[in-house]
């Protein structure tokens, strides 16, 4: 039998969400569609297999057994070496995936003809991404507890509290970048009442960020002069920024880390696209978080929301979902074809690459979507 969709447990290390949650299985299987989930796939995120079996889904003992029968492969990170073997031209992977860095899994999907969707790349009209965003909230405001946590000096930082206390001045956050990671690691900061400075080149962000907190925080334009002055100042330095489905630019730059105080921290959460900061060259994880460059602490880690997976895989679940019924009530070609928010998230077709950005940062082809399915997109 072949299930509209199959989750399988993430081999990503550390990555403790899982892309669909009771309820949303309950929600898909009300619309009549079949979901098969691999034995213990939730357990991580605080969901056991009896929480999916009562919510009409079929459990099995293998990844294989998974990806074997299902159509629509949902998962949360991009597959792993180890699931390769897999891959088929009839199957479909539902998925953050971040494929301009991730050159050698672009291969293979190509070779096997296997349809991806990455969930970074779904994009309304408004250039909202809409599940790229509830992760990038999360990322957000976890970045700020982690950052936190590795100024302790028993985690070899400076032994500085961002709060401070009365006579004491509060830590300083820079954060580079006002998007959905930024303003959302700022309402932290500032909720800790920390010292925050925010850059970004949209001056309309910037604008937002003034009215919604005032003298609460400090807007600059980025600029690397600006950079310059600033990064010696702060304790902890934030970087998130993104262009869509492109190699993250590299902001920070050796210089600018040189300049910091020795036991500050850099939490680079723009590393799943390449990172921000020059002086990052390898991903770290949760177990091993940091890494020390000229007294500095980095941390790369590239599943940031799965420090806090309850939460993370409710939202991506949610997000996901119209998603998913679109796909399983009217089949994929059908329903890229009726939402263009959908069609944009499409990255390989049939052998093709079909995401001008992953095809430009790969150095490889592009084709259109609409030439490969046959018909011009809504």
Same mark, same amino acid.
């Not at 992977?93 to 971040?98: D, E, G, K, N, P």
């Given at each position: 039998?072949?299930?509209?969709?199959?989750?399988?447990?993430?081999?990503?290390?550390?990555?403790?969400? %899982?892309?669909?949650?009771?309820?949303?299985?309950?929600?898909?299987?009300?619309?009549?569609?079949?979901?098969?989930?691999?034995?213990?796939?939730?357990?991580?995120?605080? +969901?056991?297999?009896? @929480?999916?079996? #009562?919510?009409?889904?079929?459990?099995?003992?293998? /990844?294989?057994?998974?990806?074997?029968?299902?159509?629509?492969?949902?998962?949360?990170?991009?597959?792993?070496?180890?699931?390769?073997?897999?891959?088929?031209?009839?199957?479909?992977? !539902?998925?953050?995936?971040?494929?301009?860095?991730?050159?050698?899994?672009?291969?293979?999907?190509?070779?096997?003809?296997?349809?991806?969707?990455?969930?970074?790349?779904?994009?309304?009209?408004?250039?909202?991404?809409?599940?790229?965003?509830?992760?990038?909230? %999360?990322?957000?405001?976890? /970045?700020?507890?982690?950052?936190?946590?590795?100024?302790?000096?028993?985690?070899?930082? &400076?032994?500085?509290?961002?709060?401070?206390?009365?006579?004491?001045?509060?830590?300083?956050?820079?954060?580079?970048?006002?998007?959905?990671?930024?303003?959302?690691?700022?309402?932290?900061?500032?909720?800790?009442?920390?010292?925050?400075?925010? +850059?970004?080149?949209?001056?309309?962000?910037?604008?937002?960020?003034?009215?919604?907190?005032?003298?609460?925080?400090?807007?600059?334009?980025?600029?690397?002069?600006?950079?310059?002055?600033?990064?010696?100042?702060?304790?902890?330095?934030?970087?998130? %920024?993104?262009?869509?489905?492109?190699?993250? =630019?590299?902001?920070?730059?050796?210089?600018?880390?040189?300049?910091?105080?020795?036991?500050?921290?850099?939490?680079?959460?723009?590393?799943?696209?390449?990172?921000?900061?020059?002086?990052? @060259?390898?991903?770290?994880?949760?177990?091993? =978080?940091?890494?020390?460059? +000229?007294?500095?602490?980095?941390? &790369?880690?590239?599943?940031? =929301? &799965?420090?806090?997976?309850?939460?993370?895989?409710?939202?991506?679940?949610?997000?996901?979902? =119209?998603?998913?019924?679109?796909?399983?009530?009217?089949?994929?070609?059908?329903?890229?074809?009726?939402? #263009? @928010?959908?069609?944009?998230?499409?990255?390989? !077709?049939?052998?093709?690459?079909?995401?001008?950005?992953? /095809?430009?940062?790969?150095?490889?082809? +592009?084709?259109?979507?609409?030439?490969?399915?046959? !018909?011009?997109?809504?």
């Amino acid at each position: 039998m072949k299930y509209d969709f199959g989750v399988v447990k993430e081999l990503k290390e550390n990555e403790t969400r %899982v892309a669909l949650t009771p309820d949303v299985v309950a929600m898909l299987v009300s619309n009549g569609l079949s979901v098969v989930i691999e034995k213990n796939a939730g357990v991580m995120s605080g +969901f056991d297999d009896e @929480d999916y079996i #009562q919510t009409g889904a079929v459990i099995v003992n293998t /990844a294989k057994d998974v990806w074997d029968s299902s159509k629509v492969l949902v998962k949360v990170k991009e597959p792993q070496k180890e699931e390769f073997q897999y891959f088929r031209p009839d199957l479909v992977i !539902f998925s953050y995936l971040h494929l301009a860095v991730e050159e050698e899994l672009t291969v293979e999907l190509l070779k096997n003809k296997v349809t991806t969707i990455a969930s970074e790349s779904v994009e309304m009209q408004s250039g909202h991404l809409p599940l790229l965003a509830p992760m990038s909230e %999360v990322a957000g405001r976890v /970045a700020v507890q982690i950052g936190c946590n590795l100024l302790q000096l028993n985690n070899g930082g &400076a032994g500085v509290l961002l709060s401070g206390v009365p006579g004491v001045q509060p830590g300083k956050v820079i954060i580079i970048g006002a998007g959905t990671v930024g303003c959302n690691a700022a309402q932290i900061a500032i909720g800790m009442g920390a010292d925050v400075s925010v +850059f970004d080149i949209n001056p309309k962000k910037l604008v937002a960020l003034d009215t919604a907190y005032g003298a609460s925080i400090k807007t600059h334009y980025c600029n690397s002069i600006k950079l310059l002055q600033e990064i010696p100042k702060a304790d902890l330095l934030i970087t998130s %920024v993104l262009v869509h489905s492109r190699k993250a =630019p590299k902001i920070i730059t050796e210089e600018m880390v040189k300049s910091m105080k020795k036991g500050s921290v850099i939490v680079d959460v723009a590393i799943d696209q390449g990172g921000n900061v020059e002086t990052i @060259d390898r991903i770290t994880t949760f177990d091993n =978080p940091t890494f020390e460059k +000229f007294g500095i602490l980095h941390c &790369a880690i590239p599943n940031i =929301p &799965a420090a806090v997976p309850k939460t993370s895989s409710s939202a991506y679940a949610y997000a996901i979902y =119209p998603y998913l019924k679109s796909l399983g009530e009217k089949g994929l070609i059908e329903a890229i074809k009726e939402n #263009q @928010d959908l069609s944009n998230g499409v990255n390989t !077709f049939n052998g093709e690459i079909t995401n001008m950005a992953v /095809a430009e940062s790969l150095k490889k082809e +592009f084709t259109q979507i609409e030439l490969l399915v046959g !018909f011009k997109l809504k």
